[in-house]
Each structure stands twice: as structure tokens, then as C-alpha cells.
């Protein structure tokens, strides 16, 4: 991806952050969920930075990693992307919460962001964790992964999107043997089941993210962008969406230039 796609000068400001830590890149945002006592537990205020690096994102388009606390065998840390929301703050909702979609809202956005969201998946991945690895576009694991929703043992629905996206992701009959019979799976599980794409240790789950992040950022970013868009546009838009998009970027220099590199290289 190159500078032009983004303001070079413009940069995330963390400093108020408490539940997230941030680095940043020309292409790139890699994210990590930091609520390491409570296993990163959804709570309120990293609803609310979520939403800040949406804003960023949907303002600044780059690609987006979002990871959990990793394990540390010296000190007996357990890896956990997130153990789901934040139990104690969940218990004192009511009708009026549930319907403002707290979770929902800002997992939604984060699906909707113009470019790929990437989500390294190790530990924990249960109830909105795991329905926050499900807006992503794409999931990486590792074999200690566990992911799953619970949520009918706790006396309510994952609600966060869990009930559509999973269905579409793995297909009617998994995805009811976990939201119906709160199954969790393990990182080969959701491996073989299509849930993640690639199975990695734990040592290199970062490095295969950031990896797959340069593939894409390798891509033209308009393309990349437009792309997306058209692949989560309603099937009755299509193949309208797809012709108008491809009339858009066949107007683009990128379209120009690349396709001459590549007849260029074929010369050679």
C-alpha cells in the first residue's frame, strides 16, 4: 500500500487509552486488546476505543490487527484474545441496554471498515471475543485457540452478531452446536470447520498476521477497498455493484500502471 492512500501526517491519538494498546504504520493499525487480569473482557471503555479506532479508520483507511494479551510461559500468563464481555458490567444490564446494542454497534462497525480487518486469535476467544473475531474478514489461530459462545448457559443470546454471521461463516449445522449446545471449539477445530484459515504456534501468530497484511497491502488499496464493498453488498446488487465498480477503477492510474508493470515484466 502506498503513503498516497493515507495522510502520512495525520497519526492515532492513544493517549486516553486504557484498554488498548496501538501500533501504527503507513498501511497498517495492529491493535491489542489489554485487559490481561480479566482475560480481556469487553467492558464499556474498550467499547469506547473501539469506536475511536473506527472513527480513525473510517477516516484514515488501513488495514487493521487486532490481537489479544499472548502467553507467557515464564510467568505463567495464559493467552486470551477475549474471554467475552465484561460479565460483572453484563449482569446489571436491562431491556434498555440489550436494545442499545452496545457490542453489536461497534462490532458491526468494525466489519463495515473500508479495509481488511485481520484478527490473530490465541486463548480465549468466547462469547463477544469470539463474536468480535467474527466481523473481521479474516481469522488466524493458533492450536491453543478456544472459541465458542456460551451465552444460553448464561441465560441469554450472543446477540452481537453470532447468530447470522456464524451461520454464514461455518454453516447451520456447526454453528447451532455452538450457539444451541455451547460447544467451544479448539484451534484444529475451527480450522477444519473454515472458521480460521490458518493454524499457527503462538510464537509466530503476530508475524503470520502482519504477513498476510503485506499480501494485501501489496494489492492496489482502491481496488482492495471497492472490492470489499461489492463482496458484502446484498445479492440483489449484484451484478449491477460489480459493473459500476469496475467502471470506477477502470478510470484509476493504479489500473494503468500496474497493468503496464505487468505487461512490462511479461517482456522481459
Known amino acids: 500500500m502506498t503513503e498516497t492512500m493515507n495522510d502520512a501526517g495525520t497519526r492515532l491519538d492513544t493517549a486516553g487509552f486504557v484498554t488498548l494498546l496501538v501500533e501504527e504504520r503507513a498501511d497498517r493499525l495492529a491493535v491489542r486488546l489489554h485487559r490481561p487480569e480479566v482475560k480481556n473482557a469487553i467492558d464499556q471503555a ?42 460483572a458490567q453484563l449482569r446489571e444490564r436491562r431491556r434498555d441496554d440489550a436494545l442499545a446494542g452496545i457490542n453489536s454497534g461497534v462490532f458491526e462497525r468494525i466489519a463495515k471498515l473500508p479495509m481488511p480487518v485481520i484478527a490473530a486469535l490465541d486463548g480465549h476467544a468466547l462469547g463477544g471475543g469470539a463474536e468480535l473475531a467474527y466481523a473481521a474478514d479474516f481469522r488466524i489461530g493458533t492450536p491453543a485457540l478456544r472459541m465458542g459462545n456460551p451465552e444460553t448457559g448464561l441465560g441469554i443470546l450472543a446477540a452481537a452478531g453470532a447468530t447470522w454471521r456464524l451461520k454464514e461463516l461455518v454453516g447451520e449445522a456447526v454453528a447451532k452446536q455452538m450457539l444451541l449446545a455451547g460447544q467451544v471449539l479448539t484451534g484444529e477445530d475451527c480450522l477444519a470447520v473454515g472458521l480460521i484459515t490458518e493454524l499457527v504456534d503462538p510464537e509466530t501468530l503476530l508475524h503470520a498476521a502482519h504477513a498476510l497484511a503485506d499480501t494485501i497491502a501489496a494489492q492496489d488499496p482502491l481496488a482492495v477497498r471497492i472490492t470489499k464493498a461489492v463482496f458484502h453488498a446484498p445479492r440483489d446488487a449484484h451484478p449491477v455493484i460489480d459493473t459500476l465498480a469496475q467502471g470506477m477503477l477502470f478510470e484509476s492510474q493504479a489500473k494503468f500502471d500496474r497493468m503496464q508493470a505487468f505487461l512490462d515484466r511479461k517482456k522481459k
Open 46 to 87: 474498550m467499547v469506547d476505543e473501539l469506536h475511536t479506532i473506527c472513527a480513525y479508520l473510517e477516516r484514515t483507511p488501513k488495514i487493521l490487527i487486532l490481537s489479544g494479551t499472548p502467553g507467557g510461559p515464564e510467568t505463567g500468563t495464559k493467552a486470551a484474545f477475549a474471554s467475552g464481555a465484561d460479565i
